[in-house]
């Protein structure tokens, strides 16, 4: 059994550490001295160096350091994936692009035909994050005002038609949302493999749609026993259509040479973090049931940085410092690899890892940690046995 690594790309600007709040790498700050991708030169002007150029650093470091590929987030103030993709597939040799995109803003046949065509041009390197949006401003930012669950359906059409017209032959859908006759893709483009489906959401909803075309079923790091819960539903309704469901989990380390080293850098993070921050710990307004479930990690309030350890090695406060779900793995290198190996053991088939800045901690826990996975008893038994 191998276990597939993924990193993610930060499509929404970086930090130069985890101990300062201010997104210093990319344009999401003011221009200013000690920025990078753009920086400025000793004369003060934009020293033309792009974001995307520093993406394809991070590709780059996490390709050479053992990562499979990269997950790049797609959310209102990112750059889009699609075109990211593929001009960081240039710049890379087998990393694979684990593109989010939310289904209902793209026809399925031209979706099926742009990813064939990029699966020809990078050698079958796409994946894709189907997302389908967790309702409130963020969605109407997009002027999508459907409703939670319609939004699904509207997903699983669109993953009928996606595969439906990869199949080599002329394809009829008579579907609520998408209607479409006698569409194909072309001899050539169908030759392609369709991309690896890895799929996210919480509710019932889209573990029903992930059931039917999920090839791994994608969550953010929840405390065990309620992830080991997730996962066996969804195993169990994928079972139900007579397949077989693998999962992942997506989750920040910050990962040191001691423990002592890695809570010292969450307490010198949370303390610099700003009030107007604060204010927003519980997030905004959404009908997501998985942001719902990160909420319920969060206590009403966090007065020390100690409040938010809610486990071994666990902290739920990751959103304050820079956004994006609430809890991550805090350790030792050793102990972020028994973390990941209990993951492991409970069900977990690959991961989406990511630390701050994405750079350096591409480096440090592709070579510090990844190396050391797979030495705990409770990973060696559960190879083992997948073994007989
Ligand atoms: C690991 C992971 C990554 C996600 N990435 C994105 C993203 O890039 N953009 C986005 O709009 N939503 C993203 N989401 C949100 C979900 O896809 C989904 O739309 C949301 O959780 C609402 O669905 P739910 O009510 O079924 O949980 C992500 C969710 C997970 C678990």
């Known amino acids: 059994m191998s276990i597939d690594f993924y990193w993610r790309l930060p499509t929404h600007g970086c930090h130069a550490s985890i101990r300062r709040g201010s997104y210093d790498r990319g344009d999401w700050s003011p221009l200013q001295p000690g920025n990078v991708a ?206 077989e469901q693998k999962c992942a989990i997506r989750v920040d380390l910050v990962a040191r040479p001691t423990e002592e080293e890695a809570w010292r850098d969450i307490r010198i993070g949370f303390e610099n973090v700003s009030d107007a921050t ?24 966090a007065k020390r940085w100690d409040d938010l350890i809610v486990g071994k090695n666990l902290w739920g406060g990751f959103n304050l410092l820079r956004g994006g779900p609430a809890l991550g793995i805090v350790g030792s290198y050793e102990q972020c690899a028994e973390q990941l190996d209990e993951l492991i053991q409970r069900g977990a088939d690959a991961f989406i890892l990511a630390g701050t800045p994405h750079l350096e901690e591409a480096w440090r826990i592709g070579e510090e940690v990844l190396p050391l996975l797979g030495r705990t008893a409770a990973t060696t038994q559960n190879l083992l046995e997948a073994a007989e």
């Open 278 to 301: 604060r204010a927003q710990w519980r997030g905004q307004p959404t009908d997501s049931v998985g942001a719902a479930r990160q909420s319920a990690l969060k206590p009403t309030e």
């Open 38 to 243: 753009p920086g400025l030169t000793a004369q003060g002007e934009d020293d033309g160096y792009r974001y995307i150029d520093h993406l394809a650093e991070i590709a780059k470091a996490a390709e050479l350091s053992g990562f499979i590929g990269g997950l790049i987030p797609s959310f209102p103030n990112t750059d889009d994936p699609w075109v990211i993709s593929p001009l960081l597939a240039r710049e890379t040799k087998t990393f694979r692009f684990m593109i989010a995109f939310q289904p209902g803003f793209l026809d399925p046949v031209h979706a099926a035909r742009i990813s064939a065509s990029l699966q020809r041009a990078t050698g079958g390197r796409t994946v894709f994050n189907v997302i389908t949006g967790g309702g409130g401003p963020s969605q109407l930012w997009w002027g999508d005002d459907f409703a939670h669950d319609d939004r699904y359906g509207r997903t699983t059409e669109f993953l009928d038609i996606f595969r439906g017209v990869w199949a080599g032959k002329p394809f009829d859908y008579d579907g609520r949302f998408y209607q479409v006759e006698g569409e194909q893709l072309s001899d050539l483009l169908s030759r392609e493999e369709v991309p690896e489906i890895w799929f996210s959401g919480s509710s019932e909803a889209a573990l029903q749609s992930a059931a039917k075309h999920a090839d791994y079923y994608l969550s953010w790091l929840e405390p065990y026993d309620q992830l080991t819960d997730k996962f066996a539903r969804v195993k169990e309704r994928t079972a139900q259509l007579g397949g």
